[in-house]
């Protein structure tokens, strides 16, 4: 069953086209990798399907919806409920801790946290090993715990895709085969899609999938 | 509203020290104006309450002399707003003492119902108040001036050369020289019956302190129910000089109220617009997680809110310590405060007020600002 579909995307920043006429489809429960140099438009593809950038040419659907006749606050509304996002550089809220960052996209969306949400919160930290430091602010977490609690909040709101850009980039070579191996668990456990950019031929190769982006066009597409 | 809410706090909290600071800044703007509120109400109150506090504020005579009918006038008088009404018999007299002789006038009214506007009572300074037929009180400075001493008989004539005496039951101060000199004050019935059976020669009134600059409409009012046969007179017609300074003063307060807020404003909004671009990476990543720009904006606004109410109530707190400080240590030699402050509590809850809404208002243009931030120019900037 296909999550998300791009047909003839194109995207400008001015004059520069970045993107040339990109069709994808991913399935559901698939676990995929977009390898390329930098600069050649992988972040740019992900931003488009996170509903974070506006493409300049062609249409993109996610669970049918096609995103580009949702206004801003249908697609926060998609982006909240069925997108989870996990940065290279964690971006948590440094200002709460690591149980409140995890509740936030559930308190974004249903306002007051039922004992259900910080339950499944709780489980979430657990799942990623970090029951122990739940309560701790964000500042006072390691880059690899961070990483982890970015990625229990992703799932908070248990969304049917999870898009990482270079979730590892920031961390050594133990964190990030315990982080590719959380990520593959959670994608056994929920079925959950998951597109991942990376620039680890380890972790791109661990993928079911593999897409080379190469000056805005798809140079490979491999299935395993 | 709730995960808003929540946002501000906490991004308020993660720097105490700027948002101590922020407060601090409103909350002195807002003492400020309390306490120049506060000083400039003093001084106004302290002038009027001089000037025209122990006078009649609208008076009603008869363009012929005197007048009887002053009952039925004071009973048509309905306006809530005048607080005293005296029926009063003036009259111009000559006193002679060891062939000396002075204008004396002599005024009488009920002076139980009188003590409201003149204030009797307590400016004695010797004797008592008039209170049986031909009792009559006198000024201090005429009692200087002529060695007057209690329970002597005075003579005085009218203009009908009716000679009339009167024995000086008390002394009063009234603090103001010429009445000190010129007045005596007996009761009503005494000058009715000495000078004119039943009649008056005014109606003097007080307005509440509220209503003291809308004696002009007031008395408009009232002289729509009269003839043309009386004249109604205000304190305001007489005394433009005074209501021009007060306008003045009021125009000034409020002048510098309005830029002490303005700078007040202009200071959070520039600390806010910072704040939105020290936050902005939360932001992003909050808008990414599905918050809606809305609620964004709305983050803002409430920062501009807590920013508000905390500073206000430290401004209201150090402005009325500033007040009490003013009116404990700035003193006349004789003790008395320099300025009696006017705490005015309406007011303060009106600073209060404009304070946390112009806090708000301020927050406006930053959180517009937070609005407007783009996910993907944050991730790319960072």
Redesign the interface.
């Known amino acids: 069953m296909e999550v998300i579909s791009l047909k003839n995307i194109n995207k400008f920043y001015g004059e520069t086209q970045i993107l040339f006429d990109i069709n994808l489809t991913f399935n559901k429960g698939s676990f995929n990798s977009i390898i390329g140099q930098s600069g050649s438009g992988k ?1 740019t593809l992900l ?1 488009l399907i ?1 509903t ?2 506006k493409q300049s040419g062609g249409e993109i659907l996610i669970n049918n919806k096609n995103i580009s006749k949702m206004n ?2 249908s697609l ?6 069925e997108i989870g ?1 996990i ?1 290279q ?1 964690h ?6 801790t690591a149980l409140e960052n995890v509740l ?2 559930y ?3 249903n ?2 946290v039922s004992k259900e949400a910080l339950m499944r919160a709780n489980e979430l930290l657990e799942l990623v090993g970090l029951e122990k430091v739940k309560n701790n602010l964000a500042t006072k977490l390691s880059g690899g715990q961070m990483q982890r609690v970015a990625i229990a ?1 992703s799932l908070m709101n248990n969304p049917s895709i999870i898009l990482a ?1 270079e979730p590892t980039g920031n961390l050594d070579s133990d964190s990030t085969e315990k982080i590719y191996e959380l990520l593959r668990e959670i994608n056994y456990k929920f079925n959950t899609t998951f597109i991942i950019i990376t620039h680890d031929k380890k972790v791109a190769e661990k993928a079911d999938r593999i897409i080379e982006i190469l000056d805005g066009k798809i140079n490979l597409d491999i299935t395993k | 509203m709730k995960v808003a809410f929540s946002l501000a706090s906490r991004f308020l909290n993660s720097n105490k020290t700027q948002t101590i600071f922020i407060m601090l800044g409103i909350g002195v703007g807002v003492s400020v104006q309390i306490f120049i509120g506060s000083l400039i109400g003093g001084l106004q109150n302290g002038l009027i309450e001089k000037t025209i506090g122990n006078t009649s504020q609208i008076t009603i005579k008869s363009k012929e002399t005197t007048f009887t009918n002053y009952e039925e006038i004071i009973k048509n008088i309905k306006n809530k707003e005048i607080a005293d009404i005296l029926p009063v018999y003036e009259n111009s007299t000559l006193l002679t003492i060891d062939n000396n002789s002075t204008s004396l006038i002599v005024k009488g009214f009920d002076i139980g119902l009188g003590d409201h506007i003149y204030n009797i009572t307590n400016s004695m300074v010797e004797g008592k108040v008039p209170f049986k037929d031909n009792e009559i009180i006198i000024g201090t400075d005429l009692k200087k001036e002529y060695n007057l001493i209690l329970n002597q008989e005075i003579t005085v004539v009218d203009k009908n050369r009716n000679s009339i005496t009167f024995k000086i039951v008390g002394f009063y101060d009234l603090g103001v020289s010429s009445v000190n000199k010129m007045f005596g004050f007996t009761t009503l019935l005494t000058s009715q019956n000495l000078f004119g059976t039943g009649q008056v020669s005014s109606i003097e009134m007080q307005v509440n302190n509220s209503s003291i600059f809308k004696t002009d409409v007031i008395s408009e009012e009232i002289k729509k129910n009269l003839t043309d046969n009386y004249v109604v007179s205000n304190w305001k017609d007489a005394n433009a000089s005074l209501l021009s300074g007060l306008q003045g003063q009021s125009i000034s307060s409020l002048m510098i109220q309005i830029f002490v807020m303005i700078s007040v404003v202009l200071g959070i909004s520039s600390v806010l617009a910072i704040t939105v671009m020290q936050k902005s990476k939360q932001i992003g990543i909050l808008k990414a997680m599905g918050l809606k720009n809305s609620t964004s904006l709305v983050v803002f606004i409430f920062e501009g809110l807590i920013l508000g109410i905390g500073g206000a109530l430290i401004g209201v707190m150090l402005g009325y310590l500033l007040s009490l400080s003013f009116t404990t240590f700035a003193l006349n030699p004789d003790g008395t405060p320099v300025i009696d402050l006017y705490i005015n509590y309406s007011f303060i809850i009106l600073s209060f007020i404009i304070a946390v809404i112009s806090c708000v208002v301020a927050s406006i243009i930053p959180a517009k600002q937070s609005a407007k931030l783009n996910v993907v120019d944050i991730i790319r900037n960072n």
Do not use: V
């Open positions: 972040s931003n996170g974070l950038d801003k606050n926060s509304k998609l982006r909240n409920e996002f940065f550089f971006y948590l809220l440094p200002e709460f936030m996209p308190k974004i969306k306002k007051k909040r850009d």
